[in-house]
Structure formats: C-alpha cells, structure tokens
C-alpha cells in the first residue's frame, strides 16, 4: 500500500516524464482505486503537492495540475539558475566524500542512459532522464536538500516545457550535460557553471514564443478586468 509521500512522489515523476500535462485532472477516486488506497491518503498527498505548487484544487471540480504563469516559468528558470550554478561553483575535488572520477564515472553513465532512452524513442524515459540529470549532480555533489530542491524545479520547468510548447531537442540538452560532465572531469568548475547557465538559457529560449505572447497577452486581459477594490476608492474620496 502506498504512502501519501509515494504518491506525491509519483505524480512528481509523472510531470518530469511528461506522461502529466498541465492543466490535466487528477480524480480523487481514481487515484484511490489506483493506488489501493482510501481518498483520504490521495487528498493528503494531492494537499502535499498543492503546498509544493503542482496541484491546485478548482471550486466543485477537483484537482488539476497547475498551469504555470509566465511569471512562476521566469522564476523557476532564475531559481534553477541560481541553484545550479552554485552548486558547481563551490564543488571541491571530493563529493560526498567520493573522489573526483567515482562523481564523473556516475555522471556519465547518467548521460548513457540519457542517450539510449533518445536512440530507442522511449519518450516518457528520456523525458524523466534528462530532468533527472540535474538531480543527480547535486546527488553526487553532496547535497541532498538541493536534490530534492531540484527535483521539484526541474519538474516545473518540464511543466511549462509542456505549456509553451518547447522547442528544444532532447539531443541537443544530452550534449549540454555531457558538455558539462567533461568540464567537471577536467576540473574546470567554472566552465561547467557557465556551460550549466547557457544550457538552462536555451531550454528557456526554446519556449514558443507565440505561446508565450498569447499567456502574456491572457494575463494583462486578467489584470485590466480585476474587480475595482470600491472600498479604497471611497476611502480616497
């Protein structure tokens, strides 16, 4: 029987896969009979992942997964910025009390599998891997809190990957990481922050930019047709 942690965790790694699209209903009972579990554990796991900002519950409709803003998508690519290059930053030649080639060894196999899951077109694999890469460098680096960190980052970046319709080639993000493996293997820190800011850049600037017009668009329509707050405008008189 699943707990409301694993749960949450599977719908996390459902939305890193891209097997979860935004905007997608998650029906208490089906998650239930699903998991062999009461609604009761499903709508602690679904109020879990709501105080994480992957569900949100709509009046008299249930549970759908978000649909970032413009807004939160610029602000988890800066997150993801800041953390990433960070980490590498201050990286030193051992991690996690493993040697320097143990790190590199793991990460390249990551990156291995990463391109066996692009070579045999299993989407949802090659999906998860690729968001996963990210993880398992602040894994290897020594920091599990930023694991964990990362891992619910990278899966809103996938969310809005999926929203504004990404253009960037999975091919293209598995050379990046191997890019950046090589750098670590050389003992070029540096390098590989900079190599990380330009490989989160482009997935960035992959999104559609017709898609993002049109949310920027939505979203000054939302705010012009705001409620007046009346009261404050009677307070001013």
């Known amino acids: 029987m699943a707990t ?3 749960i949450a965790q599977r719908v996390v790694e459902s939305i890193l896969a891209q097997k979860l699209a935004p905007g997608e209903r998650l029906g208490e009972q089906e998650l239930a009979d699903l998991f ?6 499903v709508r602690e796991a679904l109020m879990q992942l709501q105080a994480r900002g992957f569900v949100e519950v709509r009046t008299r409709k249930g549970w ?3 649909e970032p803003s413009i807004a939160q998508a ?3 690519f800066a997150a993801r910025r800041a953390v990433e290059s960070g980490l590498l930053r201050q990286a030193g030649g051992q991690f996690e009390g493993k040697p320097l080639q143990a790190v590199v060894k793991r990460l390249r196999q990551h990156v291995k599998e990463e391109q066996a899951a692009i070579d045999g077109a299993d989407a949802a694999t090659r999906a998860f891997l690729l968001a996963d890469f990210h993880v398992c460098l602040a ?3 020594g920091h599990q809190l930023l694991a964990d960190m990362l891992r619910d980052l990278t899966a809103r970046t996938t969310l809005v990957a999926s929203l504004y ?3 960037h080639d999975a091919q293209a993000s598995c050379a990046d990481h191997a890019r950046i493996v090589a750098a670590i293997e050389a003992g070029r820190l540096d390098e590989a922050a900079r190599l990380m800011l330009d490989h989160i850049g482009n997935v960035e600037d992959a999104l559609g930019q017709t898609s993002l017009a049109s949310a920027d668009a939505r979203e000054r329509l939302r705010a012009t047709l705001a409620p007046v707050q009346r009261t404050s405008l009677r307070a001013v008189k």
């Open 36 to 41: 062999g579990v009461s609604r009761t554990l």
């Open 165 to 167: 319709q990404s253009t």
């Open 4 to 6: 409301q942690t694993e």
């Open 139 to 141: 894994e290897c680096l």
């Open 64 to 66: 759908y997964v978000v």
């Open 74 to 76: 610029r602000d988890a």
